[in-house]
């Protein structure tokens, strides 16, 4: 479900992509079946143009990869968690306004 700008983070390339990054990461934690994942989608897809550059957007799906979801303790989706040099900054949870995300994002990369 990742559109133009988001990227799709998998098992695979979570740490390369997420923990190892040299700039900050959002990655939304979703699942296909999950309606406030899909309502949060064109948020994301927002701020993946508004931020190109400085910094990577992305989704996880939780279902397909949950030893990451289990490993930062996703009880609940949509969870949207600001990284920054591998480290958590923000989390939130639920359907989450894009002035907040955005605001977390440009606290991130400053």
Request: net charge negative.
């Amino acid at each position: 479900m990742a559109s133009e700008g988001v990227l799709e983070f998998t098992s695979e390339n979570f740490e390369a992509e997420v923990l190892q990054s040299d700039t900050p990461v959002l990655v939304d934690f979703w699942a296909e079946w999950c309606m406030p994942c899909r309502m949060l989608a064109p948020t994301i897809a927002e701020l993946a143009g508004e931020f190109a550059g400085k910094a990577k957007i992305g989704k996880l799906d939780t279902d397909a990869n949950r030893e990451i979801a289990e490993k930062y303790q996703i009880s609940a989706i949509p969870t949207v968690i600001v990284f920054r040099a591998g480290e958590v900054l923000n989390k939130f949870y639920g359907l989450t306004s894009r002035d907040d995300l955005a605001s977390a994002l440009s606290d991130a990369a400053d």
